[in-house]
């Protein structure tokens, strides 16, 4: 089966979901919208090879620093049960008072846990989430983790949060760790070091056909010992090109016109929890 493993959604009108004022100017000035249409979704899939793709939540942070973008987990999680062609992408940080119980209500349901350290302001090399990675591990669940884009589109992050190496503490308990963007633009070298040398490490090739990182892309593409360890993600709603409209399938092409072969899609089969789908 074949899977794009990163998609972004949200609603207003989903209990919970919440975008700032801050936030909703920083996605207007990147020409992104926060509400995602389902109905322009489900349509990029349906014209295009992948038979699903994970619709993904996105947690807060837990300090008192004030929130800016929030996706709960029952919104991407109701999506998949409606439509199937959604797998759901649940985000859990593992600051929450609540982490192991969030992730016991849904790690039935979901196919991944997403995480973006940076703007969700958690360090995951810091000790006290090992008994979190260890049930993590138990779930089967991979987790989906923003490592590379400092300055990425969610407002109020903190650098040097999503460096790969800082994922270390979660990989040696055993989960299996997909890196979205594969490190890049600047811990790309990092990311490479880390694929060649841990068997539960993957990356994922999402927004990685944009003009930021294209370079990356085309030095991956050369890189034909690793082809097994990377995954396909589009980042959908960002397009890979300007005036694309069916985002999905151009992402795809692109990597396909590059030498990347079909596995990138079908990898998910192995990484995923399969009994999920």
Same mark, same amino acid.
């Given at each position: 089966?074949?899977?794009?493993?990163?998609?972004?959604?949200?609603?207003?009108?989903?209990?919970?979901?919440?975008?700032? $004022?801050l936030?909703?100017?920083?996605?207007?000035?990147? %020409? &992104?919208s926060? /509400? @995602?249409?389902?109905?322009?979704l489900?349509?990029?899939?349906?014209?295009?090879?992948?038979?699903k793709?994970?619709?993904?939540?996105?947690?807060?942070?837990?300090?008192?620093?004030?929130?800016?973008?929030?996706?709960?987990?029952?919104?991407?999680?109701?999506?998949?049960?409606?439509h199937e062609?959604?797998?759901?992408?649940?985000?859990?940080?593992?600051?929450?008072?609540?982490?192991?119980?969030?992730?016991e209500?849904?790690k039935n349901?979901?196919?991944?846990?997403?995480?973006?350290?940076?703007?969700m302001?958690f360090?995951?090399?810091?000790?006290?989430?090992?008994?979190?990675?260890?049930?993590?591990a138990?779930?089967?669940l991979?987790?989906?983790?923003? $490592?590379?884009?400092?300055?990425?589109i969610?407002?109020? %992050? &903190?650098?040097? /949060? @999503?460096?790969?190496?800082n994922?270390?503490?979660?990989?040696?308990?055993g989960?299996?760790?997909?890196?979205?963007?594969?490190g890049?633009?600047?811990?790309?070298?990092?990311?490479?070091?880390?694929?060649?040398?841990?068997?539960?490490?993957y990356?994922?090739?999402s927004?990685?056909a944009?003009?930021r990182?294209?370079?990356?892309?085309?030095?991956?593409?050369?890189?034909?010992?690793?082809?097994g360890?990377?995954?396909?993600?589009s980042?959908?709603?960002?397009?890979?090109?300007?005036?694309?409209?069916?985002?999905?399938?151009r992402?795809?092409?692109?990597?396909?016109?590059?030498?990347?072969?079909?596995?990138?899609a079908?990898k998910?089969?192995?990484?995923?929890?399969?009994e999920s789908r």
């Amino acid at each position: 089966m074949k899977t794009d493993i990163h998609a972004h959604v949200g609603n207003y009108n989903a209990k919970g979901f919440f975008v700032s $004022s801050l936030q909703g100017d920083r996605f207007n000035g990147k %020409g &992104v919208s926060p /509400l @995602i249409d389902v109905p322009n979704l489900l349509k990029d899939v349906r014209n295009s090879d992948m038979d699903k793709v994970v619709a993904l939540a996105f947690d807060k942070p837990y300090d008192d620093k004030g929130v800016h973008y929030y996706v709960p987990n029952q919104y991407v999680v109701d999506l998949s049960k409606k439509h199937e062609e959604i797998l759901a992408g649940i985000s859990i940080n593992p600051e929450r008072p609540d982490a192991i119980d969030e992730l016991e209500k849904y790690k039935n349901d979901a196919v991944l846990v997403k995480w973006s350290p940076g703007v969700m302001r958690f360090n995951p090399a810091d000790k006290k989430h090992a008994k979190f990675y260890q049930k993590l591990a138990e779930s089967g669940l991979p987790v989906l983790t923003h $490592s590379g884009g400092e300055s990425n589109i969610v407002y109020g %992050g &903190v650098k040097g /949060l @999503i460096r790969p190496h800082n994922l270390r503490s979660a990989l040696d308990q055993g989960v299996k760790v997909i890196a979205a963007h594969c490190g890049a633009p600047e811990y790309f070298e990092e990311f490479l070091e880390m694929v060649i040398g841990r068997d539960n490490f993957y990356g994922d090739l999402s927004a990685m056909a944009r003009k930021r990182r294209r370079g990356f892309l085309e030095k991956l593409a050369k890189m034909e010992e690793i082809h097994g360890k990377l995954l396909q993600g589009s980042d959908y709603p960002l397009p890979p090109e300007n005036g694309v409209e069916l985002i999905i399938q151009r992402d795809y092409e692109i990597k396909r016109e590059m030498g990347f072969p079909e596995s990138i899609a079908t990898k998910f089969d192995d990484v995923g929890k399969n009994e999920s789908r």
